[in-house]
């Protein structure tokens, strides 16, 4: 399966990278491709060393703006002209999403997958690993959304949640 994985670049707490490296090796010994933000920095950087170290295949989707931080060795590194075309290609890479913790642009890259999924622009599996509480507050604005009435399709059909690493890999076997 390739899987598109949503993350930071910059270099976090343990409490973050430690479920991110699981969240790798079993990506990468399950077989999987790892398709990312094409990144040799921060937590990217880590899954793809993580990745790579299990067996793992690596496709960067990368944005000509940052391309001197490209990850040595991918096995197919794809260069964008902006950040909307690298969105646009790492979705159509994707057999499924998997969200880990990150900021703006990670914020940015979930909202509109969301936002395709719940116009029927895609089916693909969406799963946010909400490590240390990261994602509580978007689950709880999310939830109100689904609530009150703002989503046309239940929440549950647009995402999913997980605790764990494992608990992403078991969605993903019942969904993708």
Avoid at 142 to 149: C, I, K, P, T, V
Wanted: net charge negative; hydrophobic share 45%.
């Amino acid at each position: 399966m390739n899987i598109t994985v949503f993350c930071s670049a910059y270099s976090l707490d343990e409490r973050y990278t430690a479920p991110a490296a699981e969240f790798a090796r079993r990506l990468g010994a399950g077989g999987h491709t790892l398709v990312w933000g094409g990144s040799n920095a921060g937590l990217m950087g880590l899954l793809a060393d993580e990745v790579r170290a299990a067996g793992g295949k690596l496709v960067g989707i990368q944005v000509e703006l940052l391309k001197h931080k490209g990850y040595p060795g991918a096995d197919e590194m794809v260069l964008t002209p902006d950040l909307a075309a690298r969105k646009a290609e790492l979705l159509a890479r994707a057999d499924a999403v998997v969200v880990l913790v990150g900021g703006l642009g990670t914020l940015d890259e979930i909202t509109e997958v969301l936002e395709l999924k719940k116009h029927n622009l895609h089916g693909k599996p969406v799963v946010v690993l909400d490590t240390a509480g990261f994602y509580t507050g978007l689950r709880v604005q999310l939830e109100r959304m689904d609530a009150e009435g703002f989503l046309p399709r239940p929440l549950a059909e647009l995402v999913a949640f997980a605790e764990t690493p494992a608990d992403v890999f078991a969605h993903l076997t019942t969904t993708a």
